[in-house]
Nanobody
Framework: QVQLVESGGGLVQAGGSLRLSCTAS????????LGWYRQAPGKQRELVAT???????NYPDSMKGRFTISRDNAKNMVYLQMNSLKPEDTAVYYC?????????????WGQGTQVTVSS
């Protein structure tokens, strides 16, 4: 079973920065892609960024510039550095993992960490 635990959320003023961390435990599964998603109140969950075990990174166009994803494979951790935060970045941020074991692939989610940006 894959377990993900996020940390680093909190309250920050507009223009500030936060760094989110996620610790991934794969168990018998090998973790391939790690990523961050977010969900604001009343909105659908949206992709922030993903990073593969080989270091390939993907950002939607709307997330490019202020968010930086990174990964430490040795520690099974993924990070999200968020700069120049805006009130509209307020959301619950979720860590996501795609893991495999043989022909079996699973998609796992953390419980989320709240990020609140005040104006």
């Amino acid at each position: 079973q894959v377990q993900l635990v996020e940390s680093g959320g909190g309250l920050v003023q507009a223009g500030g920065s936060l760094r989110l961390s996620c610790t991934a435990s794969g168990g018998i599964f090998s973790i391939n892609t790690l990523g961050w998603y977010r969900q604001a109140p009343g909105k659908q969950r949206e992709l922030v960024a993903t990073i593969t075990s080989g270091g390939d990174i993907n950002y939607p166009d709307s997330m490019k510039g202020r968010f930086t994803i990174s990964r430490d494979n040795a520690k099974n951790m993924v990070y999200l550095q968020m700069n120049s935060l805006k009130p509209e970045d307020t959301a619950v941020y979720y860590c996501n993992a795609h893991a495999v074991r043989g022909a079996i692939g699973i998609n796992a989610w953390g419980q989320g960490t709240q990020v609140t940006v005040s104006s």
